[in-house]
Nanobody, 126 residues
Framework: QVQLVESGGGLVQAGGSLRLSCAAS????????TGWFRQAPGKDRELVAG????????YYADSVKGRFTISRDSAKNTVYLQMNSLKPEDTAVYYC???????????????????WGQGTQVTVSS
């Protein structure tokens, strides 16, 4: 069983930065595809960034390209989402998700991920 715990959310002004962390227990991230999703009130959940389990492939939603970076620290078994140049439209609950089934690339839909964290609120004020 994999457990994911996110941290790092908060309130920040537009143009600011936050770094979200996702710590895993039960398995190492080198065996898991990992994604950061977000869901704003009244909107569908969307994948904003993903990392394949071998670390060789990343995915970014168009809305965050050039501003967000997903990375992994194997020694800490933690995945990060560095968010720069934040905008009010980035306000959402952010979730870390992981998938242990084999496959190439980064799974794009929430249904492909079996493990989810509890979510962390990110609020960007204008």
């Amino acid at each position: 069983q994999v457990q994911l715990v996110e941290s790092g959310g908060g309130l920040v002004q537009a143009g600011g930065s936050l770094r979200l962390s996702c710590a895993a227990s039960g398995r190492t991230f080198s065996t898991l595809h990992t994604g950061w999703f977000r869901q704003a009130p009244g909107k569908d959940r969307e994948l904003v960034a993903g990392l394949s389990r071998n670390g060789g492939t990343t995915y970014y939603a168009d809305s965050v390209k050039g501003r967000f970076t997903i990375s992994r620290d194997s020694a800490k078994n933690t995945v990060y989402l560095q968010m720069n140049s934040l905008k009010p439209e980035d306000t959402a609950v952010y979730y870390c998700a992981a998938r242990s089934l084999p496959g190439a690339g980064v799974p794009k839909t929430g249904g492909e991920y079996a493990y989810w964290g509890q979510g962390t609120q990110v609020t960007v004020s204008s």
